[in-house]
C-alpha cells in the first residue's frame, strides 16, 4: 500500500488535463499558491483521486478529488441530484449493494484505497460509521441497538459502560436511561437519529459519515445534531452531507461544494466546483457558481 | 341570510350524472363478483357440512377405518388423520428449510440477473401439476422399492417447495432496506444482517406463509395415489410404512357403493376444511401480531 504522495498528484492532475476547470478550482491542485487548505495540523484521513461513480453507464459523480482532514467537520452542500449522497456512500462502500454500481478512481484511507480488490468493505465499514438520512434503529431495545454493532465485532468487555459512554457520547442518556430495555421505535425522531449516532461511535469507528442527518427532524432536534457535531470532532473525523447551507456553516471546518457539470455524453453528472475552508466558501467563494449557490441566486 | 348562486355557475352537469350512473353500474358489478366469491364458499361449506355432519361423532376421530361397512358408527378416521400428520410433517420439514433459504438467496444474495431465472423456475414448479410430481416420485422413489409415508411428504414437499419460497421471498422483500444498511454500515456482514436484522423482522410473516401454503398443499391427493396407498386400517405413526391419509381416504370412500362410507368420505372433507379454517386463523393471527410488532407497538 503505498501512500499517495506528491507523485500521485502530478499522476491526476496529467489525467485530468482536459478538465482545466476542475483544476482551476480545487485547492489541492493549486500548488503552494493556494490561498488555504486544510489546516496544517489536520492529517489527512481521506485522498480522493479523481473519483468517478457510476451507476449502469452514467456517471452520478465525476471527477471529485480532495482531501478530508482528520478531526474537522467537512461538509459536502450542493442542489438535489448532485451526488452528494453518492459520494459520501462511497467513502465506506455502502454502494456496493447497489447493482450495477461501480467506480473509477481512487479513495485512500489513511494511503489505503478502499476501494482495493483485497479490501474487504466489512472492515471498511467498521473504521468508517455512517448515519443515514432517515433515522434506521432497529426493532430492539435501546439497549440492544448499542450492543448489537458490539457483540457483533467482539466488544463484549464491560458491555454496559460501553453502551452508556455511547449514549452519553450521543447527548441521549439523560432522557433513555431508565428506560434502556424500552424498544428504541418508541422514541422521538430526534432521539432515534442520536440513537443511530451513538450505535455508530458505540463501536469506535474513526470516521462518521453523515447523510443528511437532520434533514428529517424539526428544528430543535437538528439544533442538537449540530451541537454533537462540534463535540464529537475532538474524537472522530466528520463528513457531512446536508442540504441546508446554514448548517453546514454552523457546523463543518472545511466545505465541498457540489453541483451539476454542463452535458457531458449527453447527460449531467454530479462535479466538484470548490472546496475550501467554510468560512471562505461562505463569504468570499472562489467560483461564481458556489457564490450563486451560497447566495440563494442558484437557479 | 339566504346565499344565492353567482348566476350561470353551476356544479353539476349532463356529463357528472352520466358519470354517476358508470360509477353507480360498476361499483354494483364489483360487490356482486365479491358476493359470488363469498356464495361459492358458503355453498361448498354447507353442502359437506350437510352431507357428513351426520358421521361425526366420539368414534369417528377414534377408531380407524373399515373397508367394509359395519355401519357408520363403528368405523373413524384416527389412522387417517394420523397419517396426513405425520405425511404433512415430514414434508413440511423437507421443504420448509429449503424454501425460506432458497428465498433468502433470491431476495438477499442473489444480483438481478442471478433472480429472475429462478424465480421463474420456482413459479415453473409451482404450476406444475400435483399428479405429475405423483408420477414421478413414483417413478424415482416407489417403483422397486414399495411406497411409504415418507415418499409420499417427498411427494408434498415438491409441491410446497415453491409456495414456502415465494410466501418467503415477499416478506423479506418489505424488510426495509434502511435496516440493511443500518446493519452493514456497522461493519456487519451480509448473513449476519440477514439472520439478526431482517429474519427477525420476517419470521411471523414467513410462519403466516408457510401456514398457508401447508394448508393448501396438505389437502392434495394425486401423489399419495402414488407414494401412500396400499394401507392398512391401523393406527400407525411409522413413516416408513405407506400410511391412510385424509384426502385419500376421502377419494377411496367416495367411490364405495356403501352410503355410510360415502357418509364418512363427507364428514372427513369436512374435518379438511375445518383443518384450512383453524390454519388460516392461525396464519392470520402470526401476520397480525408482527405487523403490530414492526409497527413499533410493544
Same mark, same amino acid.
Given at each position: =500500500?503505498?501512500?499517495?504522495?506528491?507523485? =500521485?498528484?502530478?499522476?491526476?492532475?496529467?489525467?485530468?488535463?482536459?478538465?482545466?476547470?476542475?483544476?482551476?478550482?480545487?485547492?489541492?491542485?493549486?500548488?503552494?499558491?493556494?490561498?488555504?487548505?486544510?489546516?496544517?495540523?489536520?492529517?489527512?484521513?481521506?485522498?480522493?483521486?479523481?473519483?468517478?461513480?457510476?451507476?449502469?453507464?452514467?456517471?452520478?459523480?465525476?471527477?471529485?478529488?480532495?482531501?478530508?482532514?482528520?478531526?474537522?467537520?467537512?461538509?459536502?452542500?450542493?442542489?438535489?441530484?448532485?451526488?452528494?449522497?453518492?459520494?459520501?456512500?462511497?467513502?465506506?462502500?455502502?454502494?456496493?449493494?447497489?447493482?450495477?454500481?461501480?467506480? $473509477?478512481?481512487?479513495?485512500?484511507?489513511?494511503?489505503? $484505497?478502499?476501494?482495493?480488490?483485497?479490501?474487504?468493505?466489512?472492515?471498511?465499514?467498521?473504521?468508517?460509521?455512517?448515519?443515514?438520512?432517515?433515522?434506521?434503529?432497529?426493532?430492539?431495545?435501546?439497549?440492544?441497538?448499542?450492543?448489537?454493532?458490539?457483540?457483533?465485532?467482539?466488544?463484549?468487555?464491560?458491555?454496559?459502560?460501553?453502551?452508556?459512554?455511547?449514549?452519553?457520547?450521543?447527548?441521549?442518556?439523560?432522557?433513555?436511561?431508565?428506560?434502556?430495555?424500552?424498544?428504541?421505535?418508541?422514541?422521538?425522531?430526534?432521539?432515534?437519529?442520536?440513537?443511530?449516532?451513538?450505535?455508530?461511535?458505540?463501536?469506535?469507528?474513526?470516521?462518521?459519515?453523515?447523510?443528511?442527518?437532520?434533514?428529517?427532524?424539526?428544528?430543535?432536534?437538528?439544533?442538537?445534531?449540530?451541537?454533537? =457535531?462540534?463535540?464529537?470532532?475532538?474524537?472522530?473525523?466528520?463528513?457531512?452531507?446536508?442540504?441546508? =447551507?446554514?448548517?453546514?456553516?454552523?457546523?463543518?471546518?472545511?466545505?465541498?461544494?457540489?453541483?451539476?457539470?454542463?452535458?457531458?455524453?449527453?447527460?449531467?453528472?454530479?462535479?466538484?466546483?470548490?472546496?475550501?475552508?467554510? $468560512?471562505?466558501?461562505?463569504?468570499?467563494?472562489?467560483?461564481?457558481?458556489?457564490?450563486?449557490?451560497?447566495?440563494?441566486?442558484?437557479? | 341570510?339566504?346565499?344565492?348562486?353567482?348566476?350561470?355557475?353551476? %356544479?353539476?352537469?349532463? !356529463?357528472?350524472?352520466?358519470?354517476?350512473?358508470?360509477?353507480?353500474?360498476?361499483?354494483?358489478?364489483?360487490?356482486?363478483?365479491?358476493?359470488?366469491?363469498?356464495? #361459492?364458499?358458503?355453498?361448498?361449506?354447507?353442502?359437506?357440512?350437510?352431507?357428513?355432519?351426520?358421521?361425526?361423532?366420539?368414534?369417528?376421530?377414534?377408531?380407524?377405518?373399515?373397508?367394509?361397512?359395519?355401519?357408520?358408527?363403528?368405523?373413524?378416521?384416527?389412522?387417517?388423520?394420523?397419517?396426513?400428520?405425520?405425511?404433512?410433517?415430514?414434508?413440511?420439514?423437507?421443504?420448509?428449510?429449503?424454501? #425460506?433459504?432458497?428465498?433468502?438467496?433470491?431476495?438477499?444474495?442473489?444480483?438481478?440477473?442471478?433472480?429472475?431465472?429462478?424465480?421463474?423456475?420456482?413459479?415453473?414448479?409451482?404450476?406444475?401439476?400435483?399428479?405429475?410430481?405423483?408420477?414421478?416420485?413414483?417413478?424415482?422413489?416407489?417403483?422397486?422399492?414399495?411406497?411409504?409415508?415418507?415418499?409420499?411428504?417427498?411427494?408434498?414437499?415438491?409441491?410446497?417447495?415453491?409456495?414456502?419460497?415465494?410466501?418467503?421471498?415477499?416478506?423479506?422483500?418489505?424488510?426495509?432496506?434502511?435496516?440493511?444498511?443500518?446493519?452493514?454500515?456497522?461493519?456487519?456482514?451480509?448473513?449476519?444482517?440477514?439472520?439478526?436484522? #431482517?429474519?427477525?423482522?420476517?419470521?411471523?410473516?414467513?410462519?403466516?406463509?408457510?401456514?398457508?401454503?401447508?394448508?393448501?398443499?396438505?389437502?392434495?391427493?394425486?401423489?399419495?395415489?402414488?407414494?401412500?396407498?396400499?394401507?392398512?386400517?391401523?393406527?400407525?405413526?411409522?413413516?416408513?410404512?405407506?400410511?391412510?391419509?385424509?384426502?385419500?381416504?376421502?377419494?377411496?370412500?367416495?367411490?364405495?357403493?356403501?352410503?355410510? %362410507?360415502?357418509?364418512?368420505?363427507?364428514?372427513?372433507?369436512?374435518?379438511?376444511?375445518?383443518?384450512?379454517?383453524?390454519?388460516?386463523?392461525?396464519?392470520?393471527?402470526?401476520?397480525?401480531?408482527?405487523?403490530?410488532?414492526?409497527?413499533?407497538? !410493544?
Amino acid at each position: =500500500m503505498d501512500y499517495p504522495s506528491t507523485e =500521485m498528484t502530478e499522476d491526476t492532475e496529467e489525467q485530468s488535463g482536459g478538465d482545466g476547470l476542475a483544476k482551476a478550482i480545487d485547492p489541492t491542485r493549486l500548488g503552494p499558491a493556494a490561498p488555504s487548505s486544510a489546516p496544517a495540523s489536520a492529517p489527512t484521513v481521506f485522498k480522493i483521486d479523481a473519483l468517478t461513480a457510476y451507476y449502469g453507464k452514467s456517471a452520478a459523480v465525476r471527477d471529485v478529488s480532495f482531501d478530508v482532514p482528520g478531526n474537522q467537520v467537512t461538509a459536502i452542500i450542493g442542489p438535489s441530484g448532485c451526488g452528494k449522497s453518492t459520494f459520501i456512500r462511497c467513502l465506506n462502500r455502502m454502494n456496493d449493494v447497489v447493482p450495477n454500481f461501480h467506480t $473509477d478512481g481512487a479513495i485512500y484511507f489513511h494511503g489505503i $484505497d478502499i476501494q482495493g480488490k483485497d479490501v474487504d468493505p466489512v472492515n471498511v465499514r467498521r473504521q468508517i460509521g455512517m448515519v443515514f438520512q432517515r433515522p434506521n434503529p432497529f426493532p430492539k431495545s435501546i439497549h440492544d441497538n448499542i450492543t448489537y454493532g458490539l457483540k457483533m465485532l467482539g466488544m463484549k468487555d464491560d458491555l454496559e459502560g460501553r453502551v452508556e459512554r455511547a449514549l452519553k457520547r450521543a447527548a441521549l442518556w439523560e432522557e433513555v436511561k431508565d428506560r434502556l430495555k424500552d424498544s428504541a421505535l418508541a422514541l422521538s425522531g430526534g432521539q432515534q437519529q442520536r440513537l443511530c449516532i451513538a450505535r455508530a461511535i458505540a463501536i469506535e469507528p474513526e470516521v462518521i459519515l453523515l447523510d443528511e442527518p437532520a434533514s428529517a427532524l424539526d428544528p430543535i432536534s437538528t439544533a442538537s445534531i449540530e451541537d454533537l =457535531m462540534h463535540e464529537l470532532k475532538s474524537d472522530y473525523t466528520i463528513v457531512i452531507v446536508t442540504h441546508n =447551507m446554514q448548517q453546514a456553516a454552523r457546523v463543518a471546518d472545511m466545505t465541498a461544494f457540489f453541483s451539476l457539470s454542463e452535458v457531458v455524453d449527453g447527460s449531467r453528472s454530479g462535479v466538484l466546483v470548490e472546496y475550501d475552508r467554510t $468560512d471562505k466558501i461562505f463569504t468570499t467563494p472562489g467560483d461564481k457558481r458556489t457564490e450563486d449557490y451560497v447566495t440563494g441566486r442558484f437557479g | 341570510m339566504s346565499v344565492q348562486a353567482d348566476p350561470g355557475y353551476s %356544479l353539476s352537469s349532463e !356529463r357528472l350524472r352520466r358519470r354517476k350512473v358508470v360509477n353507480r353500474i360498476m361499483e354494483a358489478l364489483a360487490t356482486l363478483a365479491a358476493l359470488l366469491a363469498v356464495a #361459492v364458499l358458503v355453498i361448498v361449506v354447507a353442502s359437506v357440512l350437510k352431507k357428513g355432519i351426520g358421521a361425526i361423532n366420539v368414534d369417528f376421530f377414534t377408531k380407524t377405518t373399515s373397508t367394509f361397512s359395519f355401519g357408520p358408527s363403528q368405523s373413524g378416521i384416527a389412522n387417517a388423520i394420523v397419517g396426513s400428520l405425520v405425511i404433512v410433517f415430514f414434508a413440511i420439514l423437507m421443504a420448509l428449510p429449503v424454501g #425460506v433459504l432458497a428465498a433468502i438467496y433470491l431476495n438477499e444474495f442473489a444480483s438481478p440477473r442471478m433472480r429472475a431465472p429462478l424465480q421463474l423456475a420456482l413459479d415453473v414448479l409451482n404450476g406444475i401439476p400435483a399428479i405429475v410430481v405423483g408420477i414421478f416420485v413414483y417413478v424415482l422413489l416407489v417403483l422397486g422399492s414399495g411406497q411409504s409415508a415418507l415418499k409420499a411428504s417427498f411427494a408434498l414437499a415438491i409441491l410446497m417447495l415453491p409456495l414456502f419460497a415465494r410466501s418467503t421471498q415477499e416478506v423479506l422483500a418489505l424488510v426495509p432496506n434502511a435496516l440493511r444498511e443500518g446493519s452493514l454500515a456497522l461493519g456487519a456482514p451480509r448473513w449476519r444482517t440477514t439472520l439478526s436484522i #431482517v429474519l427477525p423482522q420476517a419470521v411471523g410473516g414467513i410462519i403466516t406463509g408457510a401456514t398457508l401454503a401447508t394448508a393448501r398443499v396438505a389437502g392434495e391427493t394425486a401423489p399419495l395415489l402414488f407414494t401412500s396407498s396400499l394401507v392398512g386400517n391401523e393406527v400407525n405413526w411409522n413413516p416408513s410404512h405407506p400410511l391412510m391419509s385424509m384426502p385419500y381416504f376421502i377419494f377411496a370412500a367416495s367411490e364405495q357403493a356403501d352410503p355410510g %362410507l360415502q357418509e364418512q368420505a363427507w364428514a372427513t372433507a369436512l374435518v379438511l376444511i375445518a383443518f384450512v379454517l383453524v390454519a388460516s386463523t392461525i396464519a392470520r393471527y402470526f401476520g397480525l401480531r408482527s405487523r403490530r410488532r414492526r409497527g413499533g407497538k !410493544r
